[in-house]
């Protein structure tokens, strides 16, 4: 059972940034991790990293946001600048294992105002 502790989120004015954090524990077999909102009816992709490093963005993140990791610390950071109200939204971290199982942080608000 892998745990996933989030931190970081909060309300923030347009053109300001904010770090989401999040610490996966109880595995030593994390895979990919990354970080999803929630849009209407699905969570959607907002940066994925594995292990080696390959990063996929999001279109609309892309140039704004910057998701790295800590691979000793099985810990994920989603660095947000430049953020727009339309980013506002519960962020999900999200850890997969090497053995193909998925798991998911409790969620953390982010409210951008403008």
């Known amino acids: 059972q892998v745990q996933l502790v989030e931190s970081g989120g909060g309300l923030v004015q347009a053109g300001g940034s904010l770090r989401l954090s999040c610490a996966a524990s109880?595995?030593?077999?994390?895979?990919?991790m990354g970080w999803y909102r929630q849009a209407p009816g699905k969570r959607e992709v907002v940066a994925v990293i594995?292990?080696?490093?390959?990063?996929v963005y999001a279109d609309s993140v892309k140039g704004r946001f910057t998701i790295s990791r800590d691979n000793a610390k099985n810990t994920v950071y989603l660095q947000m600048n430049s953020l727009k109200p339309e980013d506002t939204d519960v962020y999900y971290c999200n850890a997969k294992t090497t053995y193909g199982s998925d798991f998911w942080g409790q969620g953390t608000q982010v409210t951008v105002s403008s």
């Open positions: 594995t292990t080696n490093g390959r990063i």
């Open positions: 109880g595995s030593i077999f994390i895979g990919a």
